[in-house]
Protein backbone atom coordinates (compact mmCIF):
# COMPACT_ATOMS: atom_id res chain seq x y z
CA UNK A 1 0.00 0.00 0.00
CA UNK A 2 1.57 3.16 -0.50
CA UNK A 3 1.71 6.06 2.05
CA UNK A 4 -0.42 8.23 0.65
CA UNK A 5 -3.13 5.91 0.60
CA UNK A 6 -2.58 4.82 4.09
CA UNK A 7 -5.92 6.76 6.53
CA UNK A 8 -6.42 6.55 10.24
CA UNK A 9 -8.87 3.63 9.94
CA UNK A 10 -5.82 1.77 8.86
CA UNK A 11 -3.47 2.26 11.12
CA UNK A 12 -6.64 1.25 13.62
CA UNK A 13 -7.08 -1.87 12.02
CA UNK A 14 -3.10 -2.72 12.23
CA UNK A 15 -3.51 -2.04 16.32
CA UNK A 16 -5.92 -4.14 16.55
CA UNK A 17 -4.53 -7.02 14.67
CA UNK A 18 -1.31 -6.89 15.90
CA UNK A 19 -3.33 -7.25 19.93
CA UNK A 20 -3.97 -10.81 18.59
CA UNK A 21 -0.64 -11.92 17.86
CA UNK A 22 1.55 -13.64 19.84
CA UNK A 23 5.24 -13.05 20.93
CA UNK A 24 8.62 -15.20 19.46
CA UNK A 25 10.61 -15.35 22.48
CA UNK A 26 11.87 -17.83 25.06
CA UNK A 27 8.14 -16.80 27.03
CA UNK A 28 5.39 -18.78 25.27
CA UNK A 29 1.97 -18.15 24.69
CA UNK A 30 2.27 -14.46 25.60
CA UNK A 31 0.51 -11.58 23.50
CA UNK A 32 2.04 -8.44 22.28
CA UNK A 33 1.71 -6.61 25.42
CA UNK A 34 0.05 -3.01 25.61
CA UNK A 35 3.16 -1.45 26.41
CA UNK A 36 4.90 -3.02 22.84
CA UNK A 37 1.84 -1.98 20.98
CA UNK A 38 2.48 1.39 22.36
CA UNK A 39 6.16 1.72 21.42
CA UNK A 40 5.09 0.39 18.09
CA UNK A 41 2.66 3.06 17.39
CA UNK A 42 4.83 5.72 18.51
CA UNK A 43 7.70 4.45 16.18
CA UNK A 44 4.67 4.98 13.11
CA UNK A 45 3.76 8.14 14.42
CA UNK A 46 7.68 9.23 14.05
CA UNK A 47 7.92 7.67 10.66
CA UNK A 48 4.58 9.17 9.67
CA UNK A 49 6.51 12.79 10.94
CA UNK A 50 9.08 12.05 8.68
CA UNK A 51 7.33 11.64 5.65
CA UNK A 52 5.26 15.00 6.26
CA UNK A 53 8.95 16.65 6.70
CA UNK A 54 9.78 15.33 3.13
CA UNK A 55 6.85 16.50 1.28
CA UNK A 56 5.23 13.10 0.79
CA UNK A 57 2.21 13.16 2.68
CA UNK A 58 0.17 16.79 4.00
CA UNK A 59 -0.88 14.59 7.37
CA UNK A 60 -0.17 12.15 9.96
CA UNK A 61 -2.90 9.22 10.17
CA UNK A 62 -1.67 8.14 13.16
CA UNK A 63 -1.90 11.00 15.11
CA UNK A 64 -4.44 10.39 17.32
CA UNK A 65 -4.73 6.55 17.49
CA UNK A 66 -4.58 5.43 20.79
CA UNK A 67 -3.37 1.84 22.20
CA UNK A 68 -6.31 1.18 24.61
CA UNK A 69 -5.93 -0.42 28.08
CA UNK A 70 -7.57 -3.69 28.51
CA UNK A 71 -8.16 -5.18 31.54
CA UNK A 72 -6.26 -8.38 32.81
CA UNK A 73 -7.56 -10.33 35.42
CA UNK A 74 -4.21 -12.57 35.73
CA UNK A 75 -1.01 -11.50 37.12
CA UNK A 76 2.26 -10.80 34.61
CA UNK A 77 4.67 -12.41 36.92
CA UNK A 78 4.38 -14.32 40.25
CA UNK A 79 6.68 -14.67 43.50
CA UNK A 80 8.34 -17.82 45.37
CA UNK A 81 6.49 -18.63 48.52
CA UNK A 82 8.31 -19.15 51.64
CA UNK A 83 8.29 -22.79 51.19
CA UNK A 84 9.71 -22.41 47.62
CA UNK A 85 12.18 -20.38 48.75
CA UNK A 86 13.41 -23.08 51.28
CA UNK A 87 13.53 -25.28 49.05
CA UNK A 88 16.25 -23.53 47.20
CA UNK A 89 18.34 -22.39 50.01
CA UNK A 90 18.15 -26.12 51.46
CA UNK A 91 18.52 -27.29 47.88
CA UNK A 92 21.78 -30.18 47.49
CA UNK A 93 21.02 -30.70 44.00
CA UNK A 94 22.33 -27.29 43.00
CA UNK A 95 25.92 -25.97 42.95
CA UNK A 96 26.99 -23.56 45.69
CA UNK A 97 27.82 -20.73 43.43
CA UNK A 98 24.47 -21.09 41.23
CA UNK A 99 22.71 -21.32 44.40
CA UNK A 100 24.66 -18.44 46.19
CA UNK A 101 23.29 -16.26 42.72
CA UNK A 102 19.78 -16.86 43.40
CA UNK A 103 19.86 -16.11 46.79
CA UNK A 104 21.44 -12.88 46.41
CA UNK A 105 19.27 -11.79 44.24
CA UNK A 106 16.15 -12.76 46.41
CA UNK A 107 17.58 -11.23 49.42
CA UNK A 108 18.74 -8.00 47.98
CA UNK A 109 16.16 -7.06 45.11
CA UNK A 110 18.64 -5.87 42.63
CA UNK A 111 17.86 -6.39 38.91
CA UNK A 112 19.68 -8.48 37.09
CA UNK A 113 22.00 -6.15 34.74
CA UNK A 114 22.73 -4.38 38.00
CA UNK A 115 23.79 -7.78 39.70
CA UNK A 116 26.04 -8.37 36.76
CA UNK A 117 27.89 -4.96 36.80
CA UNK A 118 28.24 -5.13 40.85
CA UNK A 119 31.74 -4.01 41.91
CA UNK A 120 33.50 -5.79 44.56
CA UNK A 121 34.71 -2.11 46.02
CA UNK A 122 31.10 -1.47 46.29
CA UNK A 123 30.20 -4.40 49.00
CA UNK A 124 30.76 -3.15 51.90
CA UNK A 125 29.66 -5.58 54.76
CA UNK A 126 32.17 -4.09 57.70
CA UNK A 127 30.59 -0.55 57.14
CA UNK A 128 30.16 2.02 60.37
CA UNK A 129 26.66 2.58 59.14
CA UNK A 130 25.76 -0.97 58.63
CA UNK A 131 26.25 -3.51 55.33
CA UNK A 132 25.27 -2.40 51.99
CA UNK A 133 25.92 -2.52 48.25
CA UNK A 134 26.09 0.56 45.96
CA UNK A 135 24.20 -0.04 42.61
CA UNK A 136 25.80 2.45 40.39
CA UNK A 137 25.67 0.45 36.74
CA UNK A 138 23.02 -1.53 34.63
CA UNK A 139 26.08 -1.89 31.96
CA UNK A 140 29.05 -1.17 31.03
CA UNK A 141 29.41 2.55 31.65
CA UNK A 142 25.52 3.21 31.69
CA UNK A 143 23.57 4.21 34.44
CA UNK A 144 21.05 1.83 36.43
CA UNK A 145 17.42 2.80 35.15
CA UNK A 146 16.34 5.13 37.98
CA UNK A 147 19.30 7.10 36.69
CA UNK A 148 21.05 7.80 40.24
CA UNK A 149 22.95 5.60 42.22
CA UNK A 150 21.22 3.82 44.89
CA UNK A 151 22.59 2.28 48.36
CA UNK A 152 20.48 -1.36 49.10
CA UNK A 153 21.00 -2.04 52.88
CA UNK A 154 21.68 -5.57 53.16
CA UNK A 155 18.95 -7.89 55.72
CA UNK A 156 20.45 -10.48 57.68
CA UNK A 157 20.23 -13.73 55.42
CA UNK A 158 22.00 -11.20 52.52
CA UNK A 159 24.99 -10.73 54.60
CA UNK A 160 25.40 -14.17 55.16
CA UNK A 161 25.32 -15.59 51.50
CA UNK A 162 27.23 -12.24 50.29
CA UNK A 163 30.10 -13.30 53.07
CA UNK A 164 29.75 -16.96 51.73
CA UNK A 165 30.07 -16.07 48.07
CA UNK A 166 32.88 -13.70 49.00
CA UNK A 167 34.54 -16.73 50.43
CA UNK A 168 33.90 -18.97 47.30
CA UNK A 169 34.61 -16.21 44.58
CA UNK A 170 38.58 -16.66 44.91
CA UNK A 171 38.46 -20.62 43.21
CA UNK A 172 35.31 -19.89 41.32
CA UNK A 173 36.65 -17.35 39.11
CA UNK A 174 40.94 -17.21 39.85
CA UNK A 175 41.54 -14.48 37.49
CA UNK A 176 38.78 -11.47 37.91
CA UNK A 177 40.44 -8.20 36.17
CA UNK A 178 37.75 -6.23 36.40
CA UNK A 179 36.82 -7.25 39.82
CA UNK A 180 33.06 -7.62 39.72
CA UNK A 181 31.54 -9.52 42.36
CA UNK A 182 29.83 -11.83 40.06
CA UNK A 183 32.26 -12.65 37.46
CA UNK A 184 32.25 -15.90 35.08
CA UNK A 185 34.40 -18.48 36.02
CA UNK A 186 36.87 -17.03 33.61
CA UNK A 187 36.75 -13.91 35.03
CA UNK A 188 34.45 -11.99 32.30
CA UNK A 189 31.06 -10.11 32.76
CA UNK A 190 28.02 -11.74 32.34
CA UNK A 191 25.57 -10.99 29.58
CA UNK A 192 22.58 -9.13 30.47
CA UNK A 193 19.36 -11.54 29.45
CA UNK A 194 20.82 -14.85 29.72
CA UNK A 195 19.19 -16.98 32.69
CA UNK A 196 22.64 -19.22 33.27
CA UNK A 197 20.74 -22.34 33.54
CA UNK A 198 18.51 -20.98 35.48
CA UNK A 199 14.55 -23.07 35.02
CA UNK A 200 16.95 -25.83 35.21
CA UNK A 201 18.28 -25.28 38.95
CA UNK A 202 14.65 -24.04 39.92
CA UNK A 203 13.08 -27.57 38.65
CA UNK A 204 15.75 -29.53 40.27
CA UNK A 205 14.25 -28.01 43.84
CA UNK A 206 10.82 -28.75 43.07
CA UNK A 207 9.68 -25.83 41.37
CA UNK A 208 8.35 -26.70 37.71
CA UNK A 209 5.41 -23.79 37.65
CA UNK A 210 7.22 -20.97 35.19
CA UNK A 211 9.52 -18.27 37.05
CA UNK A 212 12.00 -16.15 35.89
CA UNK A 213 14.72 -14.62 37.15
CA UNK A 214 12.96 -10.94 37.41
CA UNK A 215 10.69 -12.65 39.90
CA UNK A 216 13.60 -13.29 42.40
CA UNK A 217 13.01 -8.94 42.44
CA UNK A 218 9.52 -9.77 43.14
CA UNK A 219 9.46 -12.02 45.56
CA UNK A 220 11.67 -9.64 47.79
CA UNK A 221 9.67 -7.17 47.69
CA UNK A 222 6.66 -9.38 48.30
CA UNK A 223 8.69 -11.07 51.87
CA UNK A 224 9.50 -7.81 52.54
CA UNK A 225 5.64 -6.42 52.51
CA UNK A 226 4.52 -9.46 53.99
CA UNK A 227 6.70 -9.52 56.67
CA UNK A 228 7.29 -13.20 55.76
CA UNK A 229 11.60 -12.13 56.41
CA UNK A 230 10.76 -10.36 59.73
CA UNK A 231 9.04 -6.91 60.03
CA UNK A 232 6.31 -5.87 57.99
CA UNK A 233 8.00 -3.18 55.99
CA UNK A 234 5.93 -0.19 54.55
CA UNK A 235 5.71 0.81 51.08
CA UNK A 236 7.93 3.77 51.05
CA UNK A 237 10.32 1.23 52.38
CA UNK A 238 10.26 -1.17 49.74
CA UNK A 239 10.20 1.90 47.30
CA UNK A 240 13.36 3.11 48.82
CA UNK A 241 15.39 -0.29 48.71
CA UNK A 242 14.34 -1.29 44.79
CA UNK A 243 14.95 1.90 43.71
CA UNK A 244 11.70 2.75 42.51
CA UNK A 245 10.42 6.04 41.14
CA UNK A 246 7.34 6.82 43.14
CA UNK A 247 5.63 4.61 45.67
CA UNK A 248 2.95 3.68 43.10
CA UNK A 249 5.12 1.54 41.01
CA UNK A 250 5.77 -0.36 44.38
CA UNK A 251 1.77 -0.77 45.11
CA UNK A 252 2.27 -3.42 41.89
CA UNK A 253 4.72 -5.85 44.01
CA UNK A 254 2.91 -5.17 47.50
CA UNK A 255 -0.31 -6.43 46.15
CA UNK A 256 1.02 -10.09 45.57
CA UNK A 257 1.44 -10.47 49.37
CA UNK A 258 -2.12 -10.98 50.31
CA UNK A 259 -0.86 -12.91 53.29
CA UNK A 260 -0.52 -9.96 55.39
CA UNK A 261 -3.56 -8.55 54.94
CA UNK A 262 -5.35 -12.10 55.02
CA UNK A 263 -3.77 -12.76 58.62
CA UNK A 264 -4.69 -9.24 59.38
CA UNK A 265 -8.31 -10.38 58.56
CA UNK A 266 -8.02 -14.04 60.51
CA UNK A 267 -6.63 -11.75 63.93
CA UNK A 268 -9.54 -9.59 63.63
CA UNK A 269 -12.04 -10.49 66.68
CA UNK A 270 -14.87 -9.24 67.56
CA UNK A 271 -14.53 -7.74 71.35
CA UNK A 272 -16.61 -8.94 74.12
CA UNK A 273 -19.84 -7.39 75.57
CA UNK A 274 -18.06 -6.11 78.42
CA UNK A 275 -15.26 -4.72 76.50
CA UNK A 276 -17.25 -2.49 74.53
CA UNK A 277 -19.01 -0.74 77.52
CA UNK A 278 -17.13 2.75 78.25
CA UNK A 279 -16.71 3.97 81.82
CA UNK A 280 -19.16 6.82 80.80
CA UNK A 281 -22.58 6.18 78.79
CA UNK A 282 -22.80 8.48 76.03
CA UNK A 283 -26.65 9.01 76.86
CA UNK A 284 -25.13 10.27 80.53
CA UNK A 285 -25.23 6.86 83.07
CA UNK A 286 -22.64 7.08 85.24
CA UNK A 287 -19.71 4.18 85.75
CA UNK A 288 -20.31 2.07 88.64
CA UNK A 289 -16.83 2.90 89.61
CA UNK A 290 -16.54 5.95 92.54
CA UNK A 291 -15.50 9.38 91.64
CA UNK A 292 -12.35 10.90 92.92
CA UNK A 293 -12.49 14.22 94.27
CA UNK A 294 -9.85 16.91 93.10
CA UNK A 295 -7.40 17.91 95.20
CA UNK A 296 -5.88 21.09 95.01
CA UNK A 297 -1.92 20.86 94.32
CA UNK A 298 1.33 22.44 94.48
CA UNK A 299 1.74 24.59 97.59
CA UNK A 300 -1.98 24.80 98.17
CA UNK A 301 -1.76 21.09 98.14
CA UNK A 302 0.58 20.40 100.42
CA UNK A 303 -0.69 23.02 103.21
CA UNK A 304 -4.14 21.45 103.18
CA UNK A 305 -2.32 17.87 103.85
CA UNK A 306 -0.32 19.33 106.91
CA UNK A 307 -3.67 20.91 108.52
CA UNK A 308 -6.54 17.97 107.11
CA UNK A 309 -6.37 16.53 110.62
CA UNK A 310 -6.94 19.50 112.04
CA UNK A 311 -9.99 20.09 109.50
CA UNK A 312 -11.33 17.03 110.85
CA UNK A 313 -10.88 17.28 114.41
CA UNK A 314 -12.64 20.81 113.92
CA UNK A 315 -15.46 19.14 112.13
CA UNK A 316 -16.20 16.58 114.67
CA UNK A 317 -16.16 19.05 117.76
CA UNK A 318 -18.44 21.07 115.44
CA UNK A 319 -20.83 18.08 115.21
CA UNK A 320 -20.74 17.26 118.75
CA UNK A 321 -21.57 21.13 119.79
CA UNK A 322 -24.34 21.44 117.60
CA UNK A 323 -25.84 18.16 118.98
CA UNK A 324 -25.74 19.71 122.34
CA UNK A 325 -27.44 22.80 121.36
CA UNK A 326 -29.90 21.23 119.03
CA UNK A 327 -33.18 20.80 121.08
CA UNK A 328 -36.64 20.47 120.21
CA UNK A 329 -38.26 23.57 119.17
CA UNK A 330 -34.95 25.36 118.60
CA UNK A 331 -33.03 26.56 115.21
CA UNK A 332 -29.91 26.45 114.50
CA UNK A 333 -28.23 29.44 113.20
CA UNK A 334 -26.65 28.00 110.07
CA UNK A 335 -28.81 26.43 107.22
CA UNK A 336 -25.83 24.40 106.76
CA UNK A 337 -25.59 20.68 107.55
CA UNK A 338 -24.18 19.41 110.50
CA UNK A 339 -22.25 17.23 108.69
CA UNK A 340 -20.87 20.08 106.28
CA UNK A 341 -17.40 20.70 106.17
CA UNK A 342 -18.23 24.61 105.09
CA UNK A 343 -17.36 25.68 108.86
CA UNK A 344 -14.07 23.94 108.19
CA UNK A 345 -13.08 25.07 105.74
CA UNK A 346 -13.96 28.97 106.56
CA UNK A 347 -12.00 28.20 110.16
CA UNK A 348 -8.55 26.70 108.77
CA UNK A 349 -8.41 29.43 105.87
CA UNK A 350 -8.82 32.02 108.55
CA UNK A 351 -5.89 30.17 110.75
CA UNK A 352 -3.99 30.41 107.15
CA UNK A 353 -4.24 33.36 107.23
CA UNK A 354 -3.46 34.16 110.56
CA UNK A 355 0.07 32.17 110.74
CA UNK A 356 2.98 33.56 110.88
CA UNK A 357 4.80 31.67 108.80
CA UNK A 358 2.48 31.97 105.42
CA UNK A 359 4.70 33.41 102.69
Same mark, same amino acid.
Given at each position: ?????????????????LAKKTTVDRRRHRK?????????????????????????????????????????????????????????????????????????????????????????????????????????????????????????????????????????????????????????? +??? #? $??????????? !? %??? /????????????????????????????????????????????????????????????????????????RSKRDPRGSKSSEP?????????????????????????? +??? #? $??????????? !? %??? /???TSLAPCWSWTLSAA???????
Amino acid at each position: MPVKAIAPRDVRQWVEELAKKTTVDRRRHRKVSRSTRRHCVNLLRACFGHAIADGIIETNPARDIKVRQEGDTADGWTFLTPQEQRAIATCKHIPEPDRLRILFAMYTGVRQSEQWCLLLADVKLDDSTGPHIIVRYAAPGRATKSNRVRRVPLIPEAVTVTRSWLELLPSYAPKNPLKLAFPTP +RGH #R $RDRGKLYRFHE !L %RTK /AGITRPVRWHDLRHTCASSLAAGWWGRVWRLEEVRDLLGHSSVEVTERYAHLATSVIQTAANQTRRPAPAQLRSKRDPRGSKSSEPRRKARPSGAVGQWFESTGAHCSKEAE +RRK #R $RSSKLRAPGRK !L %RSS /APATSLAPCWSWTLSAAWRSPQRG
